[in-house]
């Protein structure tokens, strides 16, 4: 009787450091170093009409690997905030030099499967509602029987093949069942320069190649390889509408490097 008694507390401590060490894993969990976060804003975030603090939302576009092998799937939360907001004011005084509209904005987490994971993230490419739509849409061609697709950036995309092409014909992506993927290839567009990798990531509707903004006209970056995104204009208020998409970019922390 007293082993009967003895042998759930047996169980219940042999099983504890499991559970402890998967509560560890779970703690841990991150992107890796130069992983690709592609996503799409689920709502219009206006200098206009935001404040510092406001929450930004937005959602996966393709599935992603944690650092400890989960995979985590498409149409996830990504969340984040205002840091500084300021609607363009046009300056009538002659000669004027016009101070510019800013929208800066900072995306902390990643929530997927009850679990919420940290980000540490910068952008490498974003693009606008109207830019996005065209990358899905073949362009009306009749010496085009596959229905090509450009993607953002460039590459190009026959739906009935698995490659992914850039303009010179070289394979530098593929296209599979759950999305495109490829190895990030260096570029420098406007204030912003995108490194290449040596591992495949997913890169949704953007090309390996695809650095800066596309669609954003009159808008400029104000902080490229910062850990937040920063718009500026002297020409308009800038704003994210909903429906841009956008590929972030994991930064490496001292423990990932």
């Not at 990798?197 to 890169?203: I, L």
């Not at 090309?207 to 596309?214: E, I, P, Q």
Request: glycine share 8%; with cysteine.
């Amino acid at each position: 009787m007293a082993f009967l008694r003895i042998l759930p507390l047996v169980l219940v401590a042999a099983s504890a450091p499991s559970a402890q060490g998967h509560a560890m894993t779970g703690t841990a969990a991150q992107l890796p170093a130069h992983a690709t976060l592609p996503i799409t804003f689920t709502r219009t975030v206006s200098a206009a009409h935001s404040q510092p603090g406001d929450s930004v939302v937005a959602r996966t576009t393709q599935a992603v690997r944690l650092s400890d092998g989960r995979v985590i799937p498409a149409g996830s939360i990504v969340s984040g905030h205002v840091l500084a907001a300021k609607a363009f004011v046009y300056d009538k005084t002659p000669y004027a030099k016009q101070a510019s509209g800013l929208l800066a904005i900072q995306f902390d987490s990643l929530t997927a499967q009850g679990q919420t994971i940290p980000l540490h993230v910068t952008l490498r490419a974003m693009a606008d509602p109207v830019t996005s739509t065209h990358s899905y849409d073949p362009p009306p061609s009749d010496m085009d029987s596959l229905g090509t697709r450009t993607q953002i950036g460039g590459d190009q995309v026959v739906p009935s093949q698995d490659e992914i092409r850039d303009r010179n014909g070289d394979v530098v992506g593929y296209h599979k069942k759950d999305g495109a993927y490829a190895h990030l290839l260096s570029n420098s567009r406007g204030s912003i320069t995108c490194s290449a990798g040596d591992t495949e990531q997913p890169v949704s509707q953007f090309s390996a190649s695809a650095c800066g903004l596309y669609g954003f006209g009159g808008v400029s970056l104000t902080a490229p390889d910062a850990t937040h995104i920063a718009l500026a204009s002297t020409h308009g208020t800038p704003e994210i509408w909903k429906h841009s998409i956008a590929l972030l970019e994991s930064l490496p922390t001292d423990s990932s490097k």
